[in-house]
Nanobody, 120 residues
Framework: QMQLVESGGGLVQAGGSLRLSCAASGTIFVINAMGWHRQAPGKQRELVAVITSGGTTEYADSVKGRFTISRDKAKNTVYLQMNSLKPEDTAVYYC??????????????WGQGTQVTVSS
């Protein structure tokens, strides 16, 4: 069973920066992808950024050019560097890891969530 521990959220003024971290531990098979989603009050959870095992990245249009996702494979850790933050980035950010189980398919794991609040 995999466990995810997130850190790095907080309160920041508009235009500021934050860096989120998510470390995976426990029994890990093969990590296909690691990513970040967010959920603002009254809204659905949405994909923010994802990075595959091969290093391919994908971003939501709303964060392109401002956020950067990266991964330390040796530490099974994914990072989200968030720059030029806007009030609309305020949300709970969730780490997500997709684990490959071969013929048994994939399993998705979620972190507990970390609050990011951007004041105007």
């Amino acid at each position: 069973q995999m466990q995810l521990v997130e850190s790095g959220g907080g309160l920041v003024q508009a235009g500021g920066s934050l860096r989120l971290s998510c470390a995976a531990s426990g029994t890990i098979f093969v990590i296909n992808a690691m990513g970040w989603h967010r959920q603002a009050p009254g809204k659905q959870r949405e994909l923010v950024a994802v990075i595959t095992s091969g290093g391919t990245t994908e971003y939501a249009d709303s964060v392109k050019g401002r956020f950067t996702i990266s991964r330390d494979k040796a530490k099974n850790t994914v990072y989200l560097q968030m720059n030029s933050l806007k009030p609309e980035d305020t949300a709970v950010y969730y780490c997500n890891v997709q684990e490959g189980r071969g013929k048994y398919g994939v399993v998705n794991y979620w972190g507990q969530g970390t609050q990011v609040t951007v004041s105007s």
